[in-house]
């Protein structure tokens, strides 16, 4: 059974930094390319950053230059170096593990403060 766990989430004023954390327990990880989603209150889960199974990574233009995505393949985790934080990117992050299929964990909760 594929578990993923985010932390790392928590309450930072406007311009503060936070690094957000998943790991997956699971065979393969290596194998599936990871992405980063965020659900701010009463609207759709958007997708943040993310980073296939060959390293190339990709972010929605919000976060482009103030976001890093990572992945460490031996410790089976994901990460995601937010700065510059704004209060628009509240929110709920989940962490996502794609290939034929798609497992979420069950997020971490983010708010910045103006």
């Known amino acids: 059974q594929v578990q993923l766990v985010e932390s790392g989430g928590g309450l930072v004023p406007a311009g503060g930094s936070l690094r957000l954390s998943c790991v997956a327990s699971?065979?393969?990880?290596?194998?599936?390319?990871t992405r980063w989603y965020r659900q701010a209150p009463g609207k759709q889960r958007l997708l943040v950053a993310s980073?296939?199974?060959?390293?190339?990574?990709a972010y929605a233009d919000s976060v482009k230059d103030r976001f890093v995505i990572s992945r460490d393949n031996a410790k089976n985790s994901l990460y995601l170096q937010m700065s510059s934080l704004k209060p628009e990117d509240t929110g709920v992050y989940f962490c996502?593990?794609?290939?034929?299929?798609?497992?979420w964990g069950q997020g971490t909760q983010v708010t910045v403060s103006s």
């Open positions: 996502n593990v794609y290939r034929n299929v798609e497992f």
């Open positions: 699971m065979f393969g990880f290596d194998l599936y390319g």
């Open positions: 980073i296939n199974l060959n390293g190339t990574v």
